[in-house]
């Protein structure tokens, strides 16, 4: 957090999610040590108790392994002559031994595989260094003085290094957003990381049964999801779906929706592509709050082959653990704090309500609370529950225990919305540098890419070689509306970068010192 007269709030872009920026109210991130509601816990422990059936079956068939693992030869002949003897015991003991058995079958969860994902890498001529990014906004004619002023302390502040990437359109003087722009930087990041990701699967597009799309700003017609239908000639009764103005954690929303898909349709492949759009969605206005997606949002995107084949884990990356998706939609001020609207001249940009970071903390709080009984060793949530408990009963001024969740993953992938989110929640979810650093350097390089963001983190902890077979990984991410998504994942093996990765050139130089 930056120092100073002011102090940090976190803003969105085009509805997305929080990023740091100085004004003079605080509205820093609550600390979850001061409230911890119960309630939000009881969600995590009715996904448990979902999935009680198959908890309840493992220990039965551990006992019944053990008791016949004592039987001696002559036990076995008596059990013989008794069941030989005894047809309607027989019968019974069929009857409930295969009705258990396709109850297990139909109702557990089938397996969801992440066999591999690509992230694009804009060519370097759409790099948009630091001082060209003032020259060009200052030549554009749009911006006053003190929008320009304001402009260059964001991107002082912001974590993001001269090598991050903005769409071709924003290159020219004046800047050409025209919807034929706007479709090219689509086409390019969409197919870029689909060609790439086809290429290292030797997966074939007429194998894909679903595909899940999502860009939360650019929802042109025909849908960004038909479009790739006819340039790969996916086929004709493919399950597709165009997520739109769903914010910076569709990406979790959009893998959820797949999980959903391959838990229906069996031996199939879903792909899923997510992006967001720069070209008609910058801002040539002056009100301050709706220019900082200009500052931070860049060009990238990412595209995930996820898999029900049980032959696929053999050459898979990650099994999908889990997803917990928090929505406070139906609250009105966290309905209306990221909201796309026109400026008094009539600019279209979003406004950021002062209470953001408030209904931000509120719905990472409720996503933790909620994720932590099916992540967390037994040993914390007794813990967790005993401090509670003594907060109701003795004293309501005692803190609540807030669990180590470095316990329960190995890695995490915060979604690079801005400096500020990520050193809030290294600071209240008690992270190591280490555990932030693909965040941070994920900001440095390559800029807020919205929903993409977690995947281009994902690749940094594989190109370091840090991604060990049994490892979990927690993948966050914040959305207008207001959402917070997580997705938890495991290694399957000692994952490697794949080929033509966005780090592939400059891992080496990475991690960097990102000047406060």
């Not at 990023?19 to 995590?44: E, W």
């Not at 493992?58 to 008596?78: T, Y």
């Not at 838990?263 to 967001?276: D, G, I, P």
């Amino acid at each position: 957090m930056d120092g100073g007269a002011g102090t940090q709030v976190n803003t969105t872009r085009g509805g997305d999610e929080p990023v740091g920026v100085q004004i003079q109210q605080s509205r820093r991130l609550p600390d979850f040590l001061q409230s911890v509601n119960l309630k939000y816990v009881k969600l995590g422990y009715h996904y448990l108790i979902s999935n009680l059936l198959t908890l309840c079956l493992i220990p039965v068939m551990a006992v019944i392994l053990i008791e016949a693992s004592q039987m001696n030869p002559d036990d076995i002949r008596q059990l013989w002559l008794h069941l030989k003897y005894n047809l309607v015991s027989v019968i019974i003991c069929s009857a409930v031994l295969v009705f258990g058995s396709t109850v297990y079958i139909m109702t557990r969860p089938r397996p969801v595989y992440l066999v591999d994902y690509s992230c694009y890498k804009a060519p370097d001529e759409l790099k948009a260094p630091y001082e060209r990014f003032m020259q060009h906004s200052r030549l554009t004619g749009d911006f006053d003085e003190s929008s320009l002023e304001f402009q260059r302390k964001i991107l002082e502040r912001s974590g993001l290094g001269d090598e991050t990437y903005v769409p071709e359109a924003m290159h020219y003087l004046p800047p050409q957003p025209s919807m034929q722009a706007a479709r090219g930087e689509a086409e390019q990041v969409m197919f870029g990381a689909l060609d790439n990701l086809f290429a290292n699967t030797s997966v074939k597009p007429k194998d894909i049964g679903v595909l899940v799309v999502n860009c939360s700003l650019f929802n042109p017609t025909p849908s960004l999801s038909a479009m790739i239908v006819n340039k790969y000639k996916l086929r004709g009764n493919i399950r597709s779906f165009n997520l739109g103005g769903m914010g910076c954690s569709a990406g979790v929303i959009a893998v959820d929706l797949a999980k959903d898909m391959l838990q229906v349709h069996r031996n199939t492949y879903a792909v899923v592509v997510s992006t967001e759009n720069i070209t008609q969605n910058w801002y040539f206005g002056n009100k301050k709050s709706m220019l900082i997606p200009n500052c931070l949002f860049r060009v990238g995107g990412a595209a995930v082959l996820l898999s029900n084949k049980s032959v696929d884990r053999r050459r898979a990356k990650y099994k999908l653990v889990h997803v917990v998706r928090t929505h406070r939609g139906a609250d009105d001020k966290a309905f209306r704090c990221v909201y796309q609207e026109q400026d008094d001249a009539g600019k279209t940009g979003v406004s950021l309500s002062k209470d953001l970071m408030a209904i931000a903390g509120g719905a990472l709080k409720t996503n933790i609370t909620t994720l932590g009984p099916l992540v967390l060793p037994i040993s914390e949530q007794l813990l967790f529950f005993a401090t509670l408990i003594i907060k109701k009963i003795c004293n309501k001024h005692v803190k609540p225990y807030i669990p180590d969740f470095k316990l329960a993953f190995d890695h995490f992938c915060i979604h690079a919305g801005g400096r500020a989110v990520i050193d809030e929640l290294e600071k209240n979810l008690q992270l190591t540098q280490v555990h932030v650093e693909a965040s941070r350097m994920t900001l440095h390089r390559f800029g807020n890419t919205s929903s993409s963001s977690i995947w281009y983190e994902l690749a940094y902890t594989e190109a370091k070689g840090r991604m060990r077979k049994g490892n979990k990984v927690w993948q966050i991410a914040f959305g207008s509306g207001f959402k917070c998504n997580s997705a938890v994942w495991q290694a399957l093996r000692n994952v490697k970068p794949s080929q033509k990765g966005p780090w592939e050139d400059c891992i080496d130089r990475y991690p960097v010192k990102v000047v406060s």
